[in-house]
């Protein structure tokens, strides 16, 4: 039905519209965890609705708030201002009011379908409770005798307590989901079974074994792996770990930050980290480092292992320059200068240099692929395996993941598990699915708003205990850091304009249905409840033009005997005949001056409830500018917004030849809507000025400037005048002459917004078009000063105190107060005696 000019126009929008694009903290986000959604809430003070917003997206935000390397704030547009939102501490803000009493527990319907998972780490959790949640039997089978893998026995309780991961993980019990504890896959049940017994199985049980490096010294006593450091510390077997005073930590991630924190906390006197990288370029995290260092941690950069000293146990440790980690094409290739070497003096040395994974139970007989270091061979897309119905994710898929990262491979898998058992193409829409680059472009331009520290034990109080060390915010500490967040979106246009935001959530999202099936009722309609006032495109960084879509909509449906609607019929059959008949129009010239170089138009709505004023206004033009001729007529600007298009030209081309006929070559407006009308459509050889620029040129008449001395209103600019600079400064010029004193509107000149008379909407939507007229008079609380009788008509309809300019400057009507227009029958009376009285003046 739509031409394939107009169809390219709406895809252009479906293909550009940056309505739909997330934040970037969002989209970076593995999870999509809506934060820009729950710190709004958190800064209109409603922290149990933003948890309740993160609780749509993970069951465990009390853990995530605490260890999350929040790689949602390395892309936080704030960055470009000063520093990131604390997006990770006020989800953990969020948090502190949970309670399991209002958790949701409800799932899917019983599929009959059974999944083994094997860990409860991130990842293997996080699957559970998708799959739970969508009806499916889940049973977890832990090796150790707690739940949380490597969230307990990698991350140590002064950054994770153990009793937040015990509460958030009970969810998963609470929903049905059967957790085994001392469980060994392999030794306690054979991989085989669960293949057997389970429609589908998940491998998640993580890569809890340290990387040790074969150097010299690396047998004697003293040498230590990391990964057991820590997991004797999540045990809180603290006991079991041996040490000495003197320890050094080879390796610079964040296992090796918290393996130099925990022994510190056990009983080491002194505690060195050494890594390959320079500071810049480890991989821990900086705010880790750091915190190791406030502790007392030392760290060395620059140097790798050469050897390990000492006759039965450890004594030293010597290392060797390193001058370059990673060759040209960007591999781990380490480079060393073994002229220069470095001692440390220690009595323990832990391997912090990586983990592998204790797939050992997949080796024989499973069909499952390993790769190095016992990591499982999977789908990247998927996460599954060569065994159709056995699916991998986590740590034991490949590189070490962040927690967040982790929880988003569980519900990678889970997507997969469920479309697998639903026989669904299991590769379909997934491009979206991890951390991904927002296509949303925004600039920022904010002042300074400092980042909220928050508060953290005294370091003289962490070190002989597990208690947590950051203590989160305070109410006032997280409404403070709420209120940065920018609310990053691209839907301004959505927040200006009452069509869009009561039909859609952004514009692609409307051209998508309208591009369905146009001539749909309900899409019929809907293209008739643009106001066609323009403000979509100030506000569209791509400057779509929204309005002339619509208008060639309603052309082209008009073409196809679609429309206009029903509810335009007093305009179709009854305003824009009579609007054109001889009865209610009249043309002019100047007999005085002998000849019509110029024709004034007052357009329709002035002259149907000011004829006196239209009179007045007419005889002093003719007073101060020889050879103004008048014309009343209609522009056929209704005609033209309902889609008539071919009514149009024919109706305009009459308007046209009037002024022809007269002998003149300029038309003065002064209706802007008629403004905007004609010098789109007029040709190149007449001209058009509006009233107002002619009477700020001319001159305010000596006996009405300061006649409003003391009165203080509002100036509502015309939606069609927005591009009209001169317009409003003479606008204001006249009522400054005049004695008016102007409070402006918010939203004014080339920002104005619109009354809710314009594009027939009133006809079309008599709600919508009331919405708008309200939301725009209530914008201020004095009275309004209009320079278009439509606007200011649109605000008399919702009681607003509302003037035309002309009646300032040719009428004192204004002192008794303002009045709307009267009922159709006498406005067309005093369409008609406007006639009369212009006549009088040309006589």
């Known amino acids: 039905m739509l031409s394939e000019q107009l169809v390219d126009k709406m895809n252009e929008v479906v293909e550009d519209c940056m309505g739909d694009a997330p934040a970037a903290c969002v989209a970076t986000c593995p999870l999509h965890i809506d934060a820009k959604g729950y710190i709004d809430l958190i800064k209109d003070g409603k922290p149990k609705e933003a948890l309740e917003l993160i609780r749509e997206t993970t069951p465990f935000p009390g853990i995530l708030g605490r260890v999350c390397a929040h790689p949602c704030e390395e892309k936080c547009k704030r960055n470009d201002v000063e520093e990131a939102l604390s997006i990770k501490n006020l989800k953990r803000y969020a948090a502190k009011f949970d309670d399991p009493s209002d958790w949701d527990l409800s799932t899917e319907p019983d599929t009959g379908k059974e999944i083994a998972i094997i860990g409860s780490g991130p990842a293997g959790a996080t699957a559970a409770y998708d799959l739970v949640k969508e009806g499916h039997d889940v049973t977890i089978y832990e090796k150790l005798p707690v739940v949380g893998g490597m969230l307990r026995v990698g991350i140590p309780a002064y950054r994770l307590p153990h009793d937040v991961i015990d509460e958030e993980y009970s969810i998963l019990e609470k929903l049905g989901v059967e957790i085994k504890l001392n469980t060994e896959i392999g030794e306690d049940i054979p991989f085989e079974k669960l293949e057997n017994d389970y429609d589908a199985v998940f491998v998640a049980h993580g890569a809890h074994e340290s990387v040790m490096l074969p150097i010299d010294g690396s047998d004697l006593e003293g040498v230590k792996p990391g990964v057991d450091i ?35 906390r056990v009983g080491a006197e002194n505690v060195d980290i050494a890594c390959l990288e320079d500071r810049e370029d480890m991989p821990a995290h900086e705010w880790e480092v750091v915190d190791a260092e406030e502790e007392g941690v030392e760290v060395h950069n620059g140097w790798g292992p050469l050897k390990i000293e000492g006759e039965d146990a450890v004594e030293k440790m010597t290392f060797k320059k390193c001058t370059k980690v990673f060759d040209e094409g960007g591999d781990f290739n380490p480079e060393y200068d073994v002229c220069e070497l470095k001692e440390l003096d220690c009595d323990t040395v832990i391997f912090a240099i990586g983990q592998s994974a204790q797939s050992e139970f997949l080796e024989d007989h499973s069909g499952v692929e390993l790769n190095k270091g016992g990591k499982v061979d999977s789908d990247d897309l998927t996460l599954q395996t060569d065994k159709e119905h056995v699916f991998s994710g986590g740590d034991v898929a490949g590189r070490p993941l962040l927690a967040v990262e982790a929880m988003a491979h569980g519900r990678k898998a889970a997507t997969s598990i469920d479309r697998y058992l639903n026989n669904e193409d299991m590769t379909v829409d997934r491009e979206h699915e991890g951390s991904y680059e927002t296509w949303l472009d925004k600039d920022v331009d904010e002042p300074r708003k400092e980042r909220v520290d928050m508060e953290m034990m005294p370091v003289e109080e962490r070190l002989d205990n597990f208690d947590e060390v950051e203590l989160g915010f305070n109410e006032e500490d997280a409404l403070e850091e709420a209120d940065r967040c920018l609310q990053c979106e691209c839907k301004d246009c959505v927040g200006e304009c009452e069509f869009l935001d009561e039909y859609c959530e952004h514009p692609k999202e409307l051209m998508e249905k309208l591009l369905e099936d146009p001539s749909d009722v309900d899409n019929l309609a809907m293209s008739y409840f643009c106001n066609l006032c323009d403000t979509c495109t100030v506000y569209c960084p791509n400057d779509f033009e929204l309005a002339d879509i619509f208008l060639e909509i309603r052309e082209e449906l008009v073409d196809e005997g679609e429309g206009p609607l029903k509810g335009h019929n007093p305009v179709t059959k009854f305003h ?47 007073q101060n500018l020889p050879g103004t001729g008048f014309i009343l007529k209609c522009c056929g600007a209704p005609t033209h917004m309902v889609g008539q298009h071919e009514k149009f030209d024919e ?17 003065i407006t002064a209706c802007p809507d008629c403004t905007h009308n004609i010098m789109d459509n007029a040709p190149d050889d007449i001209e058009v000025t509006t009233l107002y620029e002619v009477l700020d040129e001319i001159g305010v008449p000596e006996d009405r400037k300061g006649v409003a001395n003391g009165k203080t209103i509002s100036i509502h600019d015309s939606c069609q005048t927005r591009d009209f600079t001169e317009v409003h400064d003479s606008v204001r010029h006249i009522a ?25 909407v009133l006809l079309a939507n008599e709600d919508l078009s009331t919405d708008v007229m309200a939301r725009r008079a209530n914008q201020t609380d004095k009275d309004v000063v209009t320079y278009c009788a439509a606007c200011r008509e649109s605000m008399t309809m919702v009681d607003k105190s509302s003037y035309h300019l002309l009646e300032f400057l040719f009428s004192d009507d204004w002192k008794e107060g303002a009045h709307g227009l009267d009922n159709p029958l006498k406005q067309w009376y005093k369409r008609w005696k406007t006639k009369r009285e212009a006549k009088k003046v040309s006589k």
């Open 651 to 667: 109706r305009f081309d009459s308007l046209i030849q009037d002024v022809r006929d007269l002998g003149a070559t300029e038309i």
């Open 576 to 622: 824009q005949p009579l609007g054109f008949s001889s009865l209610f129009t009249t043309k002019l010239g100047d007999k005085q001056a002998g000849e019509t170089k110029r024709v004034f138009f007052p357009g329709c709505s002035l002259s149907s409830y000011a004829p006196e004023v239209v009179a007045k206004t007419y005889d002093y033009l003719q």
């Open 230 to 264: 820590l997991r004797k510390a999540g045990l809180e077997n603290y006991d079991e770990i041996d040490i000495g005073e003197d320890v050094v930590v080879v390796g610079g991630g964040n296992v090796a930050m918290d393996v130099a924190r925990t022994v510190l």
């Open 736 to 760: 400054e002459e005049l004695g008016l004193e102007v409070d402006e509107f918010e939203h004014s000149r080339e920002d104005t917004r619109c009354c809710g008379f314009g594009g027939m």
